[in-house]
Each structure stands twice: as structure tokens, then as C-alpha cells.
T-cell receptor, first 114, second 111 residues
Framework: ETGVTQSPTHLIKTRGQQVTLRCSSQ?????VSWYQQALGQGPQFIFQ???????GRGNFPPRFSGLQFPNYSSELNVNALELDDSALYLC?????????????FGPGTRLTVL | ELKVEQNPLFLSMQEGKNYTIYCNYS?????LYWYRQDPGKSLESLFV???NGAVKQEGRLMASLDTKARLSTLHITAAVHDLSATYFC???????????WGAGTKLIIKP
């Protein structure tokens, strides 16, 4: 158990819809990152939030957006869903500060876009 | 652009054998992570390697880092079935701990 939870576990949407995925970080972790993992591939970095502000973004379009809240929870929002958005979405939290800090991953949300 | 390559991508081996997974990366980084993922599950942290020559061991797994060669290895000693999983290496881009991941090595250990 990493102390990081995500909801929902599974989700089915249709093309063009919007979706919100939720993550609850470990208590005290001030940084959360979101990743997209397509089947059979490694995770792809979407973006990272530190103290409620985005401070890094991967190669994802603006229809991927996020929020981080003071209570260590965060959201990933995806607008205008496309078929290629079908993937496992992982959030990971850590406490920024030390060199050896490790990201702790949640169990993921499996999104299927039909 | 930082690229991370793992090989092999698939490995089937017998219990009791030794093998090594390789992780090459294309630009300078002094922070490399190894994770394990079981089918349908999330990612479990195995090792964090922070400096050239770093070596860490946990049970039958040993990881090392050579920053000059831009190479990390994950060595499996006397494999057991429970080690069957997909293993990922991930390299820190050097900015805000954004990780670039390899494609993963799917390891199957047969009794």
C-alpha cells in the first residue's frame, strides 16, 4: 500500500465526452504527477503540480488539464475525448525536498473511450 | 530529447537462472529509478540510484548505475516465479523530477 488512492477504478466514455479522474495523495506530499500508460507501454508524463500550481508538463495537448487542492487531492480533466485517450491513468505523489525522494503511485484509473 | 531504452523487452527464463536487464539513456542524468508492475496493477518502487557507481540490492534483485556510460542494469539472481512482472526503468530529466520511462521488460519465470 502506497497511501495513494485513485477513483474511479474503471471508466467508460464515448468520443467527445469529458472526464475527471481523482487522486488522493499521501498526507503531507506536496507534489503530484499524472501519467498516461497505454497498454504494453511505459508511462508517459502528463504534468506535475507543486503546491497547487502546475510546474511541469509533458507533450500533451491543452485538453488535458489538472488541479491540485490543499487537502492533498488532485484531479485530471480530459476534454473532447479521443479513442487514443484509452489508457491507464496513474497519479504519483511525493514530498519534494530530498534527493532520494521517490514517487508513490496510486492503483490507476482504466479509461476506455468508445 | 531524453530517450530511455530497455532491453530485452521480453524475457522468459527458468527458475534458478541469472539474468540482467539493461537500461540505456541518451542524455546526462544522475537519478534513475527502477519500478515493478504486476499485470493490471500499479507501479511499485524498487530502487533509486543517485550517483555514478551506485549499487543497491534487495533480495534477488541488484541494480547499478554507470552515469558515464548512461547505463543502468537490473540483475536477477537465482530467479523465482514470484519475480515474474514487468520491470521499468525511469530517468529524471533534471527538472522538477519529471521522469522519462523505458518501454518495460516483461519477465516471465517458469518453474
Amino acid at each position: 500500500e502506497t497511501g495513494v488512492t485513485q477513483s474511479p477504478t474503471h471508466l467508460i466514455k464515448t468520443r467527445g465526452q469529458q472526464v475527471t479522474l481523482r487522486c488522493s495523495s499521501q498526507s503531507g506530499h506536496n507534489t503530484v504527477s499524472w501519467y498516461q500508460q497505454a497498454l504494453g507501454q511505459g508511462p508517459q508524463f502528463i504534468f506535475q503540480y507543486y503546491r497547487e500550481e502546475e510546474n511541469g508538463r509533458g507533450n500533451f495537448p491543452p485538453r488535458f488539464s489538472g488541479l491540485q487542492f490543499p487537502n492533498y487531492s488532485s484531479e485530471l480533466n480530459v476534454n473532447a475525448l479521443e479513442l487514443d485517450d484509452s489508457a491507464l491513468y496513474l497519479c504519483a505523489s511525493r514530498l519534494a525536498g530530498g534527493r532520494a525522494d521517490t514517487q508513490y503511485f496510486g492503483p490507476g484509473t482504466r479509461l476506455t473511450v468508445l | 530529447e531524453l530517450k530511455v531504452e530497455q532491453n530485452p523487452l521480453f524475457l522468459s527464463m527458468q527458475e534458478g537462472k541469472n539474468y540482467t536487464i539493461y537500461c540505456n539513456y541518451s542524455t546526462t542524468s544522475d537519478r534513475l529509478y527502477w519500478y515493478r508492475q504486476d499485470p493490471g496493477k500499479s507501479l511499485e518502487s524498487l530502487f533509486v540510484l543517485l550517483s555514478n557507481g551506485a549499487v543497491k540490492q534487495e533480495g534477488r534483485l541488484m541494480a547499478s548505475l554507470d552515469t558515464k556510460a548512461r547505463l543502468s542494469t537490473l540483475h536477477i539472481t537465482a530467479a523465482v516465479h514470484d519475480l515474474s512482472a514487468t520491470y521499468f526503468c525511469a530517468v529524471d530529466m533534471g527538472s522538477n523530477y519529471q521522469l522519462i520511462w523505458g518501454a518495460g521488460t516483461k519477465l516471465i519465470i517458469k518453474p
